[in-house]
């Protein structure tokens, strides 16, 4: 082999695996000792659990050797540590939850588990996913593995940076604004968003119930097509899943482009756009005209109300969600309680960090009674629009195509202190979101610098084959997804 376990990818894995030529206990042992080299300089995750994913490992070997088992089996993956892990605990980066132990797994989970894949540990993230960089972690910032210096993202950037820097094989995220897809274009690997309602939200500690999708993050777009396989599926314990036929997302892989056409949107090419973003873009969008697909001008006009629109849906349903953590029910309570008024205070106080605090606040004020119909109940009409640019752009094509990011990532602490301007680095990956859209962000140049880039393809709802498709063509016509950082 000229690659090192844990370089691999989880399709070459699997044929290894299945061949007999490597156990999982040894995939295991490759990916902890590359975890034990560079988490260091990372800080992609917030715990390792060893033991389990020995045992784990363990299992997956008993099951290969009956020649049982599918793609998943022995495969270590990272998982955010914001969806519940029975005996495990889930923090979501915050120290209110900081020793919360789940009785119970996410749906996701049981559906990896069924798959015994083998779990490396809780990656880190943004507090209750509030941030675009990592930066509000209460375990503190994750360092992007190309240049340590820079943020990776957020907020599944402790999944993003433990794909790219190979401290694990793939990894789960969430995407509540582009928390997947913004990572994802910043660490140089894919990150894909499912139609909202695809992949089952239960178990999914939640920040805004209804943006918030479950996605993989992963080296190639055929991990990212089998991770969705894994994941997908109606859940009759969410209310907000859709009971639909999940087709198999790898069979979209290798079809030509000839039938395509490609919404190129004037609103997402603006003034602020870092230049060698819009290059590199440009030159993955050729490429792919040049593979087959026609390329169409579409119009999404309500595009610049897409952030504040985001802000105060996403804030006022976090406000909502938020109000659990009290003290009383499970959680950080407070040692300075005078009376029970003064110990909700006190824990929330010292419970949340400065970022969620923000955003409970903005969440409660559009929420308060005398600015609802100013804030949100507007938010909500202009996400409707927002959405019907969509349903209008899709009638003249199949997918749309942007910059995942407007400019690559940024210095850590270079934004800490302005977080409007944070907030604005979120205006390409937010429609989706709103519109409750799949999108994926796959690697598509560098900055002089070394920093990768990202292109966002947008499709149609339950339309991810088409989106993998396009996907899937770039990736096998360039380079750029088999470029890693040298961290050692």
């Not at 993956?77 to 789940?102: R, V």
């Not at 409970?360 to 609802?372: D, P, Q, R």
């Not at 899709?394 to 800490?416: N, S, W």
């Not at 709802?461 to 380079?479: G, I, S, V």
Request: glycine share 8%; aromatic share 8%; proline share 5%.
């Amino acid at each position: 082999m000229d690659k090192e376990l844990y370089q691999m990818t989880i399709h070459e894995l699997y044929r290894l695996l299945r061949d007999k030529k490597v156990s999982s206990q040894e995939i295991l042992h490759s990916v902890f000792s590359r975890i034990d080299a560079v988490e260091e300089k990372t800080h992609a995750y917030i715990a390792l659990t060893r033991d389990v994913a020995r045992q784990q490992a363990r299992d997956a070997d008993e099951k290969l050797s009956k020649n049982e088992g599918g793609y998943l089996t022995g495969i270590p993956l990272g998982i955010k540590d914001i969806l519940c892990t029975t005996g495990i605990a889930t923090t979501c980066g915050s120290k209110i939850l900081e020793n919360f132990i789940p009785p119970y797994d996410a749906t996701v989970i049981q559906k990896l588990k069924s798959q015994t894949a083998v779990f490396t540990g809780k990656t880190n993230m943004d507090e209750f996913a509030m941030g675009s960089s990592n930066e509000n972690s209460f375990f503190g910032p994750t360092h992007n593995p190309w240049d340590p210096d820079r943020v990776p993202g957020g907020s599944s950037g402790g999944s993003a940076v433990a794909v790219a820097a190979d401290e694990c094989i793939a990894a789960l995220g969430t995407d509540t604004g582009g928390s997947i897809r913004q990572p994802a274009s910043y660490c140089g690997v894919v990150g894909l968003k499912p139609t909202y309602g695809r992949v089952s939200r239960f178990g999914l500690i939640a920040y805004a119930s209804s943006l918030d999708q479950v996605g993989p993050v992963t080296k190639d777009v055929e991990d990212a097509a089998i991770l969705l396989n894994a994941v997908s599926g109606y859940d009759t314990n969410d209310s907000t899943s859709i009971n639909r036929k999940v087709p198999d997302f790898t069979k979209a892989l290798g079809r030509d482009l000839q039938d395509l056409t490609i919404g190129i949107p004037k609103q997402y090419f603006i003034e602020g756009l870092d230049p060698a973003v819009e290059q590199a873009v440009w030159n993955a969008i050729r490429e792919i005209e040049k593979q087959g697909a026609v390329l169409k001008d579409v119009n999404l006009p309500h595009t610049e109300c897409a952030v504040p629109v985001y802000y105060l849906i996403a804030t006022a349903e976090a406000s909502s969600n938020l109000a659990r953590y009290d003290g009383v029910k499970y959680g950080y309570r407070s040692s300075n309680e005078t009376s029970l008024l003064k110990m909700y205070e006190q824990t929330r106080s010292e419970g949340f960090g400065p970022e969620v605090k923000r955003r409970i606040m903005l969440g409660t004020y559009a929420l308060s009674a005398g600015y609802y119909d100013a804030y949100y109940k507007k938010a909500s009409q202009v996400r409707t629009l927002i959405q019907q640019d969509f349903v209008d752009a899709y009638t003249r094509c199949d997918l749309i195509i942007t910059p995942t990011a407007p400019t690559p990532a940024f210095k850590i602490g270079e934004k800490a202190n302005d977080p409007l301007n944070m907030y604005l680095g979120d205006i390409f990956t937010v429609p989706a979101n709103l519109a409750g859209l799949p999108a994926i962000s796959v690697p598509c140049g560098f900055t002089d610098a070394g920093l990768p880039i990202g292109l966002q393809i947008i499709g149609n709802l339950f339309e991810e084959e088409k989106m993998l498709q396009c996907a899937y063509c770039h990736e096998q016509h360039t380079q750029w997804h088999l470029q890693k950082p040298s961290l050692v």
